[in-house]
């Protein structure tokens, strides 16, 4: 089975600051990176996704990409309290797409 | 609206009794999917389809079912369903799974309780 690693958190920012969460993967064919953010209770919804090394930029959100370190981040500029959600890493595998466990995020007022 | 729809949106059954989660989506997506997640381990794909007549096991098949005869359909069937098959499911689906088509849109989910 192939691996898709978050640190489960909570990680708690204050408003306004950066929120930086990781993911790692084991599968060096992977080629495509996702991010997707879920609310309690809601289905996942996409963020952002990531085919190649460096920075990939929308919004207030920067994934970024390191296959040769098989690392993928995603930055969150000014957070917001309705940021505060699970953040999902996804990985693609073959025809497959593999999850991580997620990472909580809070962000406090 | 483009949407991935999904029924029942909430299920209790018991030990045993064969049930369908039904899952459509309006797209025309090639890929389709179905996950569980649950507590501490997150999403875990059961099955996919990659067009109609073919799927494939994910990571988690065991004791589930699914066909895909119609492009926009792609029922989970559990033959014979045990308590630890309690779970929320999510259906997802895409454009296809080549890169650039991969981004999966997910139904809205069925909380499954089985006794």
């Not at chain 2, 989506?25 to 179905?34: D, F, G, K, L, R």
Request: charged fraction near 20%.
């Amino acid at each position: 089975q192939k691996e898709v690693e978050q640190n489960s958190g909570p990680l708690s920012v204050p408003e306004g600051a950066i929120a930086s969460l990781n993911c790692t993967y084991s599968d060096r064919g992977s080629q495509s990176f996702f991010w997707y953010r879920q609310y309690s209770g809601k289905s996942p919804e996409l963020i952002m996704f990531i085919y190649s090394n460096g920075d990939k930029e929308d919004g207030r959100f920067t994934a970024q990409l390191n296959k040769a370190s098989q690392y993928v981040s995603l930055l969150i500029r000014d957070s917001q309290p309705s940021d505060s959600a699970t953040y999902l890493c996804a990985v693609n595998s073959g025809y497959a797409l593999n999850f991580g466990k997620g990472t909580s995020l809070l962000v406090t007022p | 609206e483009a949407q991935v729809t999904q029924n029942p949106r909430y299920l209790i059954t018991v030990t045993g009794k064969k049930l369908t989660v039904t899952c459509s989506q309006n797209m025309n997506h090639e890929y389709m999917s179905w996950y569980r997640q649950d507590p501490g381990l997150g999403l875990r794909q059961i099955y996919y389809s990659m067009n109609v007549e073919v799927t494939d096991k994910g990571d988690v098949p065991e004791g589930y079912k699914v066909s895909r005869k119609e492009k926009r359909n792609f029922p989970l069937i559990l033959e014979s369903p045990s308590p630890n098959q309690t779970s929320l499911y999510f259906c997802a689906s895409s454009f296809g799974s080549g890169r650039g088509q991969e981004t999966q849109y997910f139904g809205p989910g069925t909380r499954l309780l089985v006794l």
